[in-house]
């Protein structure tokens, strides 16, 4: 006969149990595990099989006979935070950014845990755990990609954004306006990842007074541009401080006078030096700066000027360098031509090109180097600022050519011997050889004690007192004359 088999059958059941109260907030998880005997062919003497109630959620108190058992398994929970200041959300009782660590999710290599977020004007109380990203400082109007650091080794999709405050009113903008975003598939190992944002505004600088701050957050949520803040499941929240910088700006400017004890008014044939002046009003130091002189007619460059190179009626010298906020000179020295008429002369300069640090042609924010000494329009002197629409590479100085003649003066007499009683005629005749038209012109000619005046024939103009012959304007190349009749005595 066989024996009946004895037969045992076990039972069991699992299930989690919050710690908390709070379940966005809950610290552990309780996970009882219970177990019966369901069924055997004798009779249980102080049990009876398959018989167990367990309740929901199950207690370690459900088990009631010795063929029942029941034991628990703490899950701990613990949670990444920010640490930018808690305008952003950093705070969990401000509603902060909160992701609960898991393996195989997260930015960068390292990340930590935190029993709330920790608001830091300077956003570095998470050290070491903010390390998915590097931001550099941001330039005014700069198109920006950050480089992320992101690992997604879970089995489900993860999101990664970030958000960056451009206008420094201390919150992170939910529009999309302030943050980008780029999936993280799963099976994501430790992979750089390109998130583009929107440019960095040309006022950002101004608008933070500097500096701002970034957020990135990395979860299989399905984040969007509206959650720079509240409780995610899973991933890690990383703050960071940002810096911004006022975009580089090449601006040169050129003033140009005559030089210090300079006479602004000069003959033909003076020797004028005058002093440019090159400014680096710009942010960006200069290089290679070449400075053009147009040399006006009338003019030439003084050959002992060794600095100038000259081609036609322009000359050049170049700056080697010129550091931001950095001022220097140049003198130029042009020999006014001794034929150049009286009047004024109008000597220009310009910057003609010039080189960035980085040996780049220079774009400059308000002017436009060039050798063109006529497409100049307002020209107001000395302007370093383009006010009436002068571009300020460019400026003008004056000097006044004096008038300049050459007198001649002959002088005849109708006889060369005469008696006393005689009468004899003297000849005056004064010549203007130029260049320049004379004026206020006078002769003295005072007649000898053996001689006595008797006429003339300049209508009034000579004065038999004096013996001055007003001649009066004289125009270049023109000539006049005087006769004098006087006796012998």
Not at 121 to 132: H, I, Q, V
Not at 249 to 257: M, N, P
Not at 327 to 354: C, F, P, Q, R
Not at 420 to 431: E, N
Request: glycine share 8%; with cysteine.
């Amino acid at each position: 006969m066989i024996k009946p088999s004895k037969r045992l059958l076990l039972t069991f059941c699992a299930v989690g149990v919050l710690a908390a109260a709070n379940s966005a907030w809950a610290a552990d998880t309780s996970i009882v595990n219970c177990a019966q005997v369901s069924a055997m062919t004798e009779n249980d003497s102080d049990s009876t099989v398959n018989n167990a109630v367990w309740s929901n959620p199950m207690v370690v108190g459900d088990a009631k006979e010795d063929d029942e058992a029941c034991v628990a398994l703490t899950v701990q929970s613990v949670y990444d935070l920010g640490d930018a200041p808690d305008s952003y959300g950093t705070l969990a009782a401000s509603g902060g950014a909160q992701h609960e660590i898991i393996p195989g999710l997260k930015l960068g290599a390292n990340i930590d845990e935190e029993a709330d977020g920790q608001p830091d004007p300077t956003a570095a109380l998470e050290g070491a755990d903010d390390d998915g990203v590097n931001i550099p400082a941001l330039t005014d109007g700069q198109a920006l990609t950050l480089s992320v650091n992101a690992t997604n080794t879970t089995a489900k999709p993860g999101t990664l954004v970030c958000w960056i405050d451009y206008n420094g009113d201390g919150t992170f903008a939910t529009d999309g306006s302030e943050s980008g975003a780029v999936a993280v598939p799963a099976g994501t190992l430790a992979a750089a990842l390109d998130v583009a944002m929107p440019q960095v505004p040309a006022t950002a600088t101004a608008d933070t007074k500097g500096s701002s701050y970034a957020r990135c957050r990395l979860s299989t949520d399905g984040l969007t541009a509206s959650n720079p803040k509240g409780v995610a499941t899973d991933g890690e929240v990383e703050d960071y401080k940002v810096s911004f910088v006022a975009k580089p700006q090449f601006d040169l400017a050129l003033t140009k006078k005559p030089k210090a004890g300079q006479a602004t008014s000069v003959k033909a044939g003076d020797t004028v030096t005058y002093t440019i002046e090159v400014l680096n009003q710009g942010t960006v130091d200069a290089q290679a700066i070449v400075v053009t002189d147009y040399i006006p007619a009338g003019m030439s460059l003084d050959p002992t000027d060794t600095k100038w190179s000259v081609s036609g009626t322009t000359a050049t010298t170049t700056i080697a360098t010129l550091a931001a906020g950095a001022t220097t000179t140049v003198d130029i020295k042009l020999i006014v031509a001794s034929t150049t008429a009286a009047g004024d002369l109008l000597n220009a300069a310009e910057i003609s090109s010039a080189q960035d640090d980085k040996g780049a042609v220079a774009i400059d924010i308000d002017s436009t180097p060039d050798t063109n000494p006529v497409n100049e329009t307002g020209i107001v002197d000395d302007v370093t600022d383009n006010s009436g629409n002068d571009e300020d590479d460019h400026d003008v100085a004056t000097v006044t050519v004096a008038p300049t003649v050459d007198l001649e003066l002959t002088k005849t007499l109708d006889k060369a011997t005469a008696r006393h009683g005689d009468t004899v005629k003297y000849t005056l005749t004064v010549t203007n050889k130029g260049p320049d038209n004379a004026s206020n012109v006078k002769v003295a000619d005072v007649l000898p004690s053996g001689l006595t005046y008797v006429s003339d024939d300049s209508a009034g103009a000579f004065d038999t007192a004096s013996g001055v012959w007003t001649v009066g304007a004289l125009a270049n190349g023109a000539n006049k004359a005087l006769v004098i009749t006087a006796t012998v005595k």
